[in-house]
């Protein structure tokens, strides 16, 4: 017996959505057949693929690997077809969670841009401005192949130790000194430099982390410095209009995009002594898909004129 093309689609939407029935609803088919396809994968590799449970099933680490194996000889396949067979391609997915980054949506508008300038015509591309921690438990579960977070001296060990407890990587995109995003109406907008005695008297925003409420998940850097005016915020859209509305302040990597945001929103370099390290998280054992790799391509295009190490160098 060898494993089908058929049976590596049906792993991959298996694991996409990590449910049997509901796999077998999207792929048309019964459940129990879905089950035996499965089943035979495990049968002729020799190995458990998927963790069953009550809640549903989510892949071993065996699994992961197999998956980023079957995601490749699929979309090579397809890539087979339909240069020499006229075979319409298939639809072409990719998830990914970010923290609240103007960059990581600019990047994703130029991917899709990109995809669709190459002619593909049908795809599904998620992405989700997420807290920290479900960035982590998105890419460990693979509901995303890449997540997008920072670190810095004072959440590094911490997140590292994470990362390595849930066979994450952490890859460096680019070092940035602390800025402030302001409204341009804000006084703080006509200063060359801040420092956090400017900031006393404005309200700081911060992006709240639910249940997982720990400084080492904080968004912003300094987020254990006292502010007696604090403010946090669920969303993007919603900082923006605050800084606006209520003259607020939030600490980031001082990456704006103008083409998103307009000429409403400054930067200013904060006058503080700490980076901060933005980088993307994997699996270990994931190979990464052509349209993920497509966005970060994209991604890096972006952030790279804001990298201190490019700027040492140069």
């Known amino acids: 017996m060898s494993i089908s093309l058929q049976q590596l689609k049906y792993f991959i939407e298996v694991a996409k959505v990590g449910s ?3 796999a077998a609803e999207q792929l048309y088919i019964t459940q129990p057949s879905l089950s035996k396809a499965i089943k035979d994968i495990e049968i002729e ?3 458990s693929l998927f963790r069953r449970s009550s809640r549903g099933i989510s892949l071993t680490a065996d699994g992961t690997e197999f998956l980023g194996y079957a995601r490749q000889v699929v979309e090579q396949t397809d890539l087979l077809e339909a240069r020499w067979l006229d075979k319409k391609p298939s639809r072409k997915l990719c998830a990914i969670s ?5 960059f990581a949506v600019n990047a994703f508008v130029n991917m899709v841009k990109k995809t669709e300038a190459a002619g593909i015509s049908e795809y599904e591309y998620t992405l989700r401005e997420a807290r920290t921690f479900e960035i982590i438990e998105d890419v460990k579960s693979l509901r995303s192949e890449l997540g997008i977070i920072y670190k810095n001296s004072y959440n590094a060990s911490v997140i590292d130790k994470i990362l390595r407890e849930n066979r994450l990587i952490f890859h460096p995109l680019f070092v940035a000194h602390p800025h402030i995003f302001v409204s341009s109406t804000n006084p703080l907008a006509q200063k060359k430099r801040v420092t956090l005695d400017d900031l006393k008297d404005f309200p700081r925003l911060s992006f709240e982390q639910g249940e997982q409420n720990s400084f080492y998940f904080s968004e912003e850097i300094l987020s254990t410095e006292y502010a007696k005016k604090d403010i946090k915020v669920g969303d993007r859209a919603t900082i923006f209009n605050l800084m606006i509305g209520l003259n607020g302040y939030t600490i980031s990597s001082g990456v704006v995009s103008s083409d998103l945001n307009g000429d409403n929103i400054v930067s200013i ?4 002594d700490d980076c901060i390290e933005i980088g993307w998280l994997s699996r270990k054992e994931f190979q990464l898909s052509e349209q993920a790799q497509l966005y970060l391509a994209e991604l890096q295009k972006i952030v790279t004129p804001h ?8």
């Open 269 to 272: 370099p904060l006058d503080v």
């Open 307 to 314: 990298d201190r190490r490019t700027q040492k160098t140069n």
């Open 45 to 47: 590799v020799g190995l």
């Open 98 to 102: 970010t923290q609240h980054y103007a």
């Open 20 to 22: 049997i029935n509901q």
